[in-house]
């Protein structure tokens, strides 16, 4: 008999619809784009769910067929044109493969195109009318998804990340590729059903391991325990885009019940909706959260501005924290921000020179001002670097442009950026030969410090 031939695509965006700048089709050439073979040496072996479908294709023997493949760092709304040219070079790879078994198709869920506010299910929609409704078409979303009924009704079995971080990406791949391959040989015959309460689930309670989240993701793997259910998923929403679809989304899919995947898909919804207050944020004020990791004795502290949320595509140069950490006068801190015109004044001026800047808050008029500071260039770099450990997101090697880190007489580290990056790994800051675990906030630390400012601590 021969192999089953299983097609792999991939387009996957996060699309942050309050962002002034479309997303274009150089944001994912930046991000990655790869079609037929390249597809394959691109996500071979990768943490990510390409990597999880092309695993899932060698455990259970298909011949995984490359489409396009591609992804951009989240940003504004997909430009128009550049959504038609890849979703049609997609739907043209597909068309031209025929015949196909199956199809896998690694989507965020949270994607807006100019033209498609649900983009993944417009995606899904298009690839459903070129294999028509006998082929099984499966889908891998991001947690964050904005889960449609159209995503839905056009695909046979959805299975969402079950992390956040997200470190399950590639075995949720592995999930759907098996779902796939038993599909295929007929020892399954998935159906799929979403319930959508008028939930929102604050970004800072969104943590997997802890509660209030693990208690969603504890029902799932009651779900997936019940006889008859194949998988189960909650989806929190991505509230940084403005769509009717925004909010959480709990599905469930059942071997060729309906009435059961319902069933399922009802009771996580009902559970979740019972407990809703827990999912509201309570998070301190700039100026309260500066002030307690100020006292605290023991440090370091991260701060995180989960308005400028670089991982859901802002633009990554809010001065807020840090204008409040020099409003206070807390010293010796670490501040990683987006600007690529600081970047080329320190260049410009070298390494061990002093400069004179304005940092940060150039992308639009929402995330502070710029800051003005002086300091002296400790280093510049290409600012590429590789994650060996599972981080979330999936990726390896990351490029976060040529690299300045400035150093102030208050000792504090301005690390400046030419491209905008999440802080997924903390390569970020070692391999410009910083050490996290020197920048701390205790009064005593700071006196000895001061009375030496001519012959600052290093940071790396
Ligand atoms: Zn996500």
Known sequence: MRSHRVAIAGLLHESNTFLPVPTRRCHFEQGSLTEGKLLLERWSGGLHELGGFLEGAKIHGFQPIPLLATFAVPSGTIESDAFEELVTTMVARLRSALPIDGLLVALHGATVAESFRDADGEIARRLRQVLGQNVPIIITLDLHANASKQMIEQTNATVMYRSNPHLDQRERGIEAATLMARTLRGEIQPVQAIEQPPLLINIAKQHTQEPPARGLYDDVQSVMEWPGILSASVAMGFYYADVAEMGASFLAVADGDSALARKAAHWMAQRAWERRDEFQGDLPSP??????????????????????????????????????????????????????????????????????????????????????????????????????????????????????????????????????????????????GIKPENKRSSSRKVSSLRVRPTNPLPAR
């Open 287 to 432: 100026e309260e959260a500066v002030r307690v990791a100020g006292e605290m004795a023991q440090g370091p502290t991260v701060l995180m501005d989960v308005g400028d949320n670089v991982g859901g595509g802002s633009p990554g140069d809010s001065t807020i924290l840090m204008a409040e950490v020099l409003r206070q006068q807390v010293p010796n801190a670490l501040v990683i921000l987006y600007d690529p015109e600081s970047v080329q004044t320190c260049v410009r001026a070298g390494v061990r020179q002093d400069v004179t800047l304005n940092v940060g808050a150039k992308t639009d008029r929402l995330h502070g001002q710029p800051i003005p500071i002086q300091g002296k260039v400790r280093l510049l770099s290409d600012g590429l670097f590789t994650e060996t450990q599972v981080r979330h997101g999936g990726w390896g090697k990351y490029d976060q442009g040529v690299t300045a880190v400035v150093e102030t007489e208050q000792l504090h580290t301005f690390v400046l950026t030419s491209l905008r990056m999440a802080p997924m790994s903390l390569e970020q800051i070692l391999s410009l």
